[in-house]
T-cell receptor, first 113, second 109 residues
Framework: DAGITQSPRHKVTETGTPVTLRCHQT?????MYWYRQDPGHGLRLIHY???????DKGEVSDGYSVSRSKTEDFLLTLESATSSQTSVYFC????????????FGSGTRLTVV | RKEVEQDPGPFNVPEGATVAFNCTYS??????FFWYRQDCRKEPKLLMS???SGNEDGRFTAQLNRASQYISLLIRDSKLSDSATYLC??????????FGAGTRLTVKP
């Protein structure tokens, strides 16, 4: 399996608190992505990175920030968690910007109460 | 209108049946196409890429019709282990990967 891990796997947090999710890869891929998955919606892109310190917004970026200080790590931060951010978050990696598809991490199930 | 649309199902079929899923996409400039499989509470995993000429991988056949902006996945001789949600994925280029909401398949004995 591709070397991509997410942590934590599950988290429950309170409204208004900051939360950071971590994605770690050992594939040395240039591109990394954060998606959220909600019932009735396809996976929706939050932010992505095309290199160290190079990031860009996706379709649903409001309320989220990201950082990539090393090739292998891509962090997603919910600055002040809200109940609407309860979701399953997936990290993905790609060496070719999507031409050969993405490989996903196992996901983080986040509940904001 | 959603960028990628799929029939949500569920499709309930007996073992050995042939089942087909369809998907339409709105971005005519899309460059590459995929089918992913997602098991319950798991991550999506690449099932197969979809090429203009159509492609086959064992019991699975994928087809692309660029003129109609339509993708299909055919599963022959369904197995219990094929039960999953199948995601249609379209790459519009420049990291613009769009996912359908998925079609759920249950194969019953």
């Amino acid at each position: 399996d591709a070397g991509i891990t997410q942590s934590p796997r599950h988290k429950v947090t309170e409204t208004g608190t900051p939360v950071t999710l971590r994605c770690h890869q050992t594939e040395n891929h240039r591109y990394m992505y954060w998606y959220r998955q909600d019932p009735g919606h396809g996976l929706r892109l939050i932010h992505y990175s095309y290199g160290v310190k190079d990031t860009d917004k996706g379709e649903v970026s409001d309320g989220y920030s990201v950082s990539r200080s090393k090739t292998e790590d891509f962090l997603l931060t919910l600055e002040s968690a809200t109940s609407s951010q309860t979701s399953v978050y997936f990290c993905a990696i790609s060496g070719q910007g999507g031409q050969n598809g993405y490989t996903f991490g196992s996901g983080t199930r986040l509940t904001v109460v | 209108r959603k960028e990628v649309e799929q029939d949500p199902g569920p499709f309930n079929v007996p073992e050995g049946a042939t089942v087909a899923f369809n998907c339409t996409y709105s971005n005519s400039a899309s460059q590459s196409f995929f089918w992913y499989r997602q098991d319950c509470r798991k991550e999506p995993k690449l099932l197969m890429s979809v090429y203009s000429s159509g492609n086959e991988d064992g019991r699975f056949t994928a087809q692309l019709n660029r003129a109609s902006q339509y993708i299909s996945l055919l599963i022959r001789d369904s197995k219990l282990s094929d039960s999953a949600t199948y995601l249609c994925v379209v790459n519009g280029g420049n990291n613009d990967m769009r996912f359908g909401a998925g079609t759920r398949l249950t194969v019953k004995p």
